[in-house]
């Protein structure tokens, strides 16, 4: 069964730090791009950052130098360190695939074939 499972969502206070882990199973990682998104109520699904399948990454430019994108093939595993945190990026964040070997990654929700359930990430004094 293919499956993504995002944690380490949280309620922290601004300029603090989060990682997020996106945990696949079912597929080889090593031959996906993966990437993050948020949704905040009554706002569009966002591109937050992309990995791909050679480490190629790219982020949008509201959380450059404060986001970085990683991945452990071993551990199937992908993670977003989330550092010096905005009450603005408070939002539930999606991590998603699709096969994209030898390609760069891109932010495109359409085209992202599987996705995760979403974990809540409140930045709040």
């Known amino acids: 069964q293919l499956q993504l499972v995002e944690s380490g969502g949280g309620l922290v206070q601004p300029g603090g730090s989060l990682r997020l882990s996106c945990a696949t199973s079912g597929f080889t990682l090593d031959y996906y791009a993966i990437g993050w998104f948020r949704q905040a109520p009554g706002k569009e699904r966002d591109g937050v950052s992309c990995i791909s399948s050679s480490d190629g990454s790219i982020y949008t430019d509201y959380v450059k130098g404060r986001f970085t994108i990683s991945r452990d093939n071993a551990k199937n595993t992908v993670y977003l360190q989330m550092n010096s945190l905005k009450p603005e990026d408070s939002a539930v964040y999606y991590c998603?695939?699709?096969?994209?070997?030898?390609?760069?990654?891109?932010?495109?929700?359409?085209?992202?074939?599987?996705w995760g359930q979403g974990t809540q990430v409140t930045v709040s004094s």
């Open positions: 998603a695939a699709y096969f994209a070997l030898y390609r760069p990654c891109e932010l495109r929700p359409q085209k992202y074939e599987m």
